[in-house]
């Protein structure tokens, strides 16, 4: 932060943002989220991106604020990247596919509800009777 000044650029971390010294871990991603640095949390490749949801809840799990690791796997990549305008955050307008949950999407109890690709329901594990 002493050498950016104002300038807030992202930080991008594939899975290996944990790292452990004895019985210490250290949470990179939370560390530079602390210090109002965006994070972006990535898989490397798009088979890894299913687990995308695990690494930012142990992000979570090990320091980083939950509303933080959210957008680290959601909007901020998008701005990185300069998509935001497009995808990132459900908007009006924007492209979307998304999943609803149970419960906190960073909690591993929460399970699928419904999944939405290209504007069409795709998975829906909603209980029967509820309206669809």
Request: hydrophobic share 35%.
């Amino acid at each position: 932060p002493e050498i950016l000044g104002d300038h807030k650029p992202g930080f991008l971390f594939t899975p290996n943002f944990l790292t452990r010294k004895g019985k210490r871990v250290r949470n990179k991603a939370a560390k530079i989220s602390e210090s109002g640095i965006p994070v972006g949390l990535v898989s490397g490749d798009t088979e890894g991106s299913r687990y995308l949801p695990l690494h930012a809840a142990l992000a979570v799990r090990y320091g980083m604020d939950p509303t933080e690791a959210l957008k680290a796997i959601t909007l901020y990549p998008a701005r990185m990247f300069k998509l935001d305008h497009r995808i990132g955050s459900l908007k009006r307008g924007k492209d979307a596919d998304f999943v609803v949950f149970s419960g906190n999407p960073l909690e591993m109890t929460s399970r699928v509800q419904l999944v939405v690709v290209n504007g069409k329901v795709v998975v829906d594990n909603r209980q029967k009777g509820e309206k669809k």
